[in-house]
């Protein structure tokens, strides 16, 4: 079974903090996504890295995705309050189905 | 407006009640996916489908049946609900293959009392 473990499970910074968020598996995958989850609403995504090694970028938030594609990490400079939410990771392997990881819930204090 | 909606946002039953949740996708994708969340285990695939009348397991079915007679609606019907099933229910969808991204709907959120 195919398991994708975040950390830290929850997170409490103020506000203009940095702060990384760690997905990691046994399990090689073939691309991962990241999304996030806002109270009352379903996921949305916010990003697809496919390549081992792969950084991609949106806005303060930097994405990688590790060298042999088990593991990817989520970094935020200068955290805002609108950065507030539940951040998962989600693995794609061979089928259709993606794997998603336990979460961090990420709170930012004014 | 196009998107995935779910029927009912909310709910309250009783064990051993027969309970659906609905789900209606006006994108014409060809996969539908079921999940629960619950605190500290994440995003749980209960059921999904590939097409109309093609649906499989995911990791967590029992209890749970699924039907997906047109594209654009994927039901999930517990037969007979217990307490554990107390969950918020999310449904998504997406057009094909290669890990594209899911597009989720906003949750059904299940009480079982």
């Known amino acids: 079974t195919q398991l994708l473990e975040q950390s830290p499970q929850f997170l409490s910074i103020q506000e203009g903090e940095n702060l990384t968020v760690y997905c990691n598996s046994s399990?090689?995958?073939?691309?991962l996504q990241w999304y996030r989850q806002e109270p009352g609403e379903g996921p949305v995504l916010l990003v697809t890295?496919?390549?081992?090694?792969e950084v991609k970028k949106l806005k303060r938030l930097t994405f990688q995705f590790g060298d042999a594609r088990k593991d990817s990490s989520l970094h935020i400079t200068a955290a805002q309050p609108g950065d507030t939410g539940l951040y998962l990771c989600?693995?794609?392997?061979?089928?259709?189905?993606?794997?998603f990881g336990t979460g961090t819930l990420l709170a930012v204090q004014p | 407006d196009a998107g995935i909606t779910q029927s009912p946002r909310y709910k309250i039953t009783e064990t051993g009640r027969q309970v659906t949740l609905m789900c209606h996708q006006t994108?014409?994708?060809?996969?539908m996916f079921w999940y629960r969340q619950d605190l500290g285990h994440g995003l749980r695939l209960i059921y999904y489908?590939?097409?109309?009348?093609?649906?499989d397991k995911g990791e967590v079915p029992d209890g749970y049946v699924v039907s997906r007679s047109k594209t654009e609606n994927f039901p999930l019907t517990l037969e007979s609900a217990t307490r554990s099933q107390t969950s918020v229910y999310f449904c998504?969808?997406?057009?094909?293959?290669?890990?594209?991204?899911?597009?989720f709907g906003d949750g059904t959120r299940l009480s079982i009392l």
């Open positions: 998504a969808s997406t057009p094909g293959t290669g890990g594209q991204p899911q597009h």
């Open positions: 399990s090689v995958f073939s691309s």
């Open positions: 890295v496919v390549t081992g090694g």
């Open positions: 989600a693995g794609a392997g061979a089928t259709n189905k993606l794997i």
């Open positions: 994108w014409s994708h060809s996969y």
């Open positions: 489908s590939a097409a109309a009348d093609i649906t």
